[in-house]
């Protein structure tokens, strides 16, 4: 067996030949690399980007950074959806469209897989640095520098997955990657240890952030913050890294029995050999509906910052609130069954998993009427967080309905695996998760560059990406009930299946259609910023600390930290004029230096993960010594702090805190 | 104009499921479309599941809409309490009506699961035909231990006879689905797992592998055929009057990648064939095909 072989390993020149097809997305990607290092060069923002971006530990600026990524990938694994889309409009009777099936394969597993880890995971992280320690009146993270090493792991993961592009294939298996199929015996190429590595290491980076954030909740909150004072965005994210810290591990364990299996010819999910492949699909969803709740409860929570402030009136049913994120919590680690009745596991396992599935549905629906509530008897302004709300409850209320037809045992024998199934998952993800982050990314974005996004736009890209989802995803609700299975590449012109592709594929222009007008909308809002401009720091007449200071928030956040004495301080000291705050005076305060040496992680960890793919011995230990070096080095440096004096804040604060001085 | 803009916004919609309407007149809706006793239970499920929802979804809707146009901030003669946020009543209302719903959702669901097991033998007063599947890189045998026949994607059943199918793979797993029969069940390497079904309707029926299982997975299609039991007859005859017969040699030169592969008959099949088959990946040493076969 070739475990680790020769200088370059597994890798050979034929690990560069592709189909006209993949040359084509390998050029588009090296062109626009080229492009982005020529036009720093060009504008002289080299230093720039390196001094205040790429080296920054401040949890804003690692925020951005994070959705910038994450906007590349979701552009990126949208294209892989077109071409999902084109291939299934096409591909009917004699034609075979002009995608391989395999190569097909390698497209959906590589849309799931970029969509949930780099996507959403990365819209999710890049508004959980923004959001939380804003909302808790904090300067930082508990651990600022971890902070960095996650982002900066994210990073080399999303390198790896798109480096397959280029070298080598990327795994045929689905997102999931379901043993046997994903074993070396029928995926001999490196596809799947691509798959597993880039998991890896995003998987690390997002435990390390899971870690970090419940630290800050807990540590961080500002004086007198008490957990019942915590605005909802901030439990609901402390809901979704508890169930980070307790999944991920999960995950990483999985996927590495799956390597070992890959690598050293064990049996630990193999059809012969006496292994078990039931088991690894059991692992894996383990981690996978935990997963979803992960992605979908910072959503609910930035959804419940929005309904509230957009509808002037306070969040209705707070504690039932609470009371349902950690319902969700808890129950979600007792559903993954769920995703596969079809095994024959039994009636009473299968019906008591189908139970408790339909029982999340309770603290769901509750969390619905309270946003419903909190509308009764407000002021609502239909800004555009509102419209994406609105579109999130009907498209939302639709999949969970799907969903809870999912959910009974015999009813998912007809339904389970069939495109059915898709558009449930797709009407979660897609109107559960991206529209509440997108929702978020238009609410938080003055508070982040001092200046708003134009509402109007932001309103039609709302609407397109709405009606282009219906039109998208109710052909594969209807497709599913004629008998049509996810992942087909070709299927029979007798069965009349095209027509509804089509459309399905005209929907997914219009979803590309709201994608381009949301970047119509940054840049003429970049271009108009004066207009945009927010002069105040509380453009929305916002409830929570955040609104409180001057946009664009400084690196520091808050000059002087708050006190808190109620829920929606902020909102109530705007309602009373006679509120004469009491003035803390400013004091001195560290905030954490720069460091680059996430950024030098992050080459070492995708040398490791590379190496590990293509089997290169030295490399792989190049790349951990490097890992372990760097931390020691870290740990060994104490002068990672910086003092920030009163003339070191910005011209607002000073000005502001200057009557005071 | 407004009255325009809001007749031309209520036309669409019904031009779209007009058309729709039409269209779906033109092509079987498999799975509302069931030609047997246990998709004809499935499918009434999913619509008594559809209907208890509809509880939950039209209140949603209806205050979504309601809401959204009477609180609207351009509406300042609509009642403002900014400080009502919590109600007892209100509150348990939508903690207590979706738990009576998923109360009675749950004894539904443990009902239907043990009453639809699909590992559960249908009552019938004709005997169970049993029937041996295995899902192979890339096609679906059918062995008929009864009859000593076998055929690769073609399952012929007699018709109102309950059949069930014993499942194993031969390759990744796979999963059966044949809508208009019955449900979904996965076949793996090592397991055998079953699928009870039932055809009450003379006709072919499409039956297909609904879980990835690599390159030829789209091809992995099949036609289920229920006859009458004389036709039945008539299609065991005629499968033994095929040359081709599945003993070692023969499975050996079946177990090899191929895609789209049309219906074939084999006029024997050796009954130690399936054990063989799923016995194999149970244990290290057991990778000769020599082993536990018959003939």
């Not at chain 1, 010819?265 to 690894?280: D, I, L, R, S």
Request: aromatic residues 14%; charged residues 10%.
């Amino acid at each position: 067996m070739n475990y680790f072989a020769g200088i370059l390993g597994l890798l050979t020149i034929d690990a560069f030949k592709h189909d006209l097809v993949q040359y084509f997305g390998v050029a588009v990607m090296t062109l626009s690399a080229i492009f982005a290092v020529l036009a720093l060069t060009y504008f002289k923002r080299w230093k720039w980007l390196f001094g205040e971006w790429l080296t920054s530990l401040d949890p804003k600026r690692i925020g951005v950074m994070y959705i910038a990524v994450a906007v590349l990938m979701l552009l990126k694994a949208g294209t892989d959806a077109g071409m999902m889309r084109l291939q299934q409009s096409i591909s009917v009777g004699n034609n075979q469209g002009f995608l391989k099936a395999s190569h097909y394969q390698q497209v959906f597993s590589a849309h799931g897989t970029t969509m949930i880890f780099f996507a959403a995971m990365g819209l999710m992280f890049g508004l959980i640095n923004i959001g939380v320690p804003l909302l808790i009146g904090s300067r930082d993270v508990a651990f600022p520098f971890l902070n960095s090493v996650s982002f900066w792991l994210f990073v080399s993961a999303m390198l790896l997955l798109n480096t397959s592009l280029a070298i080598g294939d990327f795994s045929g298996a689905g997102w999931l990657a379901y043993p046997p199929l994903s074993e070396l015996q029928f995926s001999p190429s490196t596809g799947v240890d691509y798959w597993i590595w880039s998991l890896q290491i995003a998987g690390i980076g997002s435990l390390l952030s899971g870690i970090n954030f419940i630290v800050t909740i807990i540590k961080n909150r500002a004086k007198g913050m008490t957990l019942m004072k915590m605005p909802m965005f901030v439990w609901s994210v402390f809901g979704s890294m508890t169930l980070v810290i307790f999944a991920f591990p999960i995950l990483t364990v999985t996927i590495t029995l799956l390597y070992l299996d890959r690598l050293l010819g064990m049996h630990f999910f193999t059809g012969a050999g006496g292994g078990n492949p039931m088991m690894y699909v059991n692992l894996i969803w383990a981690w996978g509906h935990p997963e979803v709740y992960i992605l979908i409860l910072p959503a609910f929570g930035i959804f419940s910052e929005i309904v509230a402030t957009f509808s002037r009136k306070r969040l209705f049913g707070y504690t039932s609130m609470v009371w349902a994120i950690w319902a969700i919590v808890l129950l979600s680690f007792t559903v993954w069954l769920h995703h596969f009745f079809t095994m024959g596991s039994g009636a009473d396992v299968n019906g008591f998993f189908g139970i408790m599935t339909m029982i999340i549905a309770i603290p769901t629906g509750v969390k619905i009427f309270n946003w419903l509530f909190t509308m009764f008897r407000g002021r609502i302004k239909f800004a555009s967080p509102m419209i994406w709300f609105m579109g999130f409850i009907i498209l939302f209320s639709i999949g969970g309905i799907a969903g809870v037809l999912l959910a009974v045992p015999p009813a998912d024998f007809q339904l389970n695996n069939s495109l059915f199934l898709v558009a449930h998952f797709h009407s979660m993800i897609v109107s559960g998760v991206l529209f509440g982050y997108f929702a978020g990314l238009t609410y938080w974005f003055p508070k982040i560059y001092g200046f708003s996004v134009k509402d109007k736009i932001g309103k039609y890209a709302a609407y397109f990406w709405i009606v282009g989802f219906i039109v998208a995803f109710v052909p594969l609700y209807i497709l599913g009930i004629l008998g049509a299975t996810r992942r087909m590449n070709h299927y029979s012109s007798s069965l009349g299946f095209q027509p509804l592709f089509i459309v399905a594929g005209i929907g997914v222009l219009i979803i590309g259609a709201g994608l381009f007008i949301q970047l119509i909308q940054i840049i003429t809002s970049i271009r108009d910023r004066k207009k945009l401009q927010d002069k105040t720091g509380d453009p929305w007449n916002g409830r929570t600390l955040e609104w409180s200071i001057p946009s664009p928030a400084p690196e520091y956040s808050y000059a002087i930290l708050p006190i808190i004495k109620e829920r929606d301080q902020f909102w109530n000291e705007k309602q009373d004029e006679n509120n004469s705050k009491i003035q803390k005076k400013f004091k001195n305060f560290s905030m954490p230096k720069n460091s680059y040496l996430g950024l030098v992680i992050a080459f070492f960890a995708f040398s490791l993960g590379f190496a590990a793919v293509w089997h290169i011995l030295w490399l792989f230990i190049f790349g951990l010594l490097g890992i372990i070096s760097i931390i020691i080095i870290r740990s060994l440096d104490e002068n990672r702090d910086r003092l920030v004096t009163f003339d070191d804040l910005s011209k607002v604060d000073q000005l502001a805190l200057g009557k005071e001085q | 104009m407004k009255k325009i803009k809001i007749l031309f916004f209520c036309l669409i919609p019904l031009l779209i499921i007009y058309i729709g309407y039409l269209y779906l007149k033109t092509v079987n809706i498999a799975v509302l479309n069931p030609k047997g006793e246990i998709a004809l239970k499935e499918k009434n499920l999913i619509l008594f599941a559809l209907t208890l929802s509809l509880f939950v979804l039209v209140p949603v809707f209806v205050m979504l809409i309601a809401f959204s146009i009477k609180y609207n901030e351009k509406n300042t003669k609509a009642k403002y309490s900014p400080n009502f946020d919590h109600s007892r009543i209100f509150e348990s209302i939508w903690w207590g009506i979706p738990t009576i719903l998923i109360i009675i959702l749950s004894i539904v669901t443990w009902q239907s699961s043990h009453s639809l097991d699909p590992y559960k033998a249908i009552n019938s007063p004709k005997p169970t035909l049993n029937i041996q599947v295995v899902s192979m890189d890339w096609k679906w045998l059918f062995i008929y231990p009864d009859s000593e026949i076998a055929s690769v994607n073609d399952l012929t059943i007699p018709i109102n006879t309950p059949v069930n199918l014993e499942i194993t793979s031969d390759a990744p797993m796979n999963q059966l689905w044949i809508p208009q029969l019955a449900g979904q069940i996965m076949s793996m390497p090592g397991m055998v797992t079953h699928l009870n079904l039932i055809g009450n309707e003379t006709g072919t029926f499409r039956g297909m592998s609904s879980n990835i299982s690599g390159q030829g997975f789209s091809g992995m299609t099949f036609n289920a055929h229920v006859v009458s039991d004389v036709n039945y007859q008539n299609w065991i005859n005629s499968a033994r009057k095929s040359p081709n017969v599945l003993n070692k040699k023969g499975y050996q030169a079946l177990n090899v990648d191929s895609e789209y592969v049309p219906a074939t008959y084999y006029s024997y099949a050796s009954p130690d064939l399936f054990g063989y088959i799923y016995n194999k990946y149970m244990s290290p040493s057991n990778g000769n095909i020599n082993t536990g076969m018959g003939n």
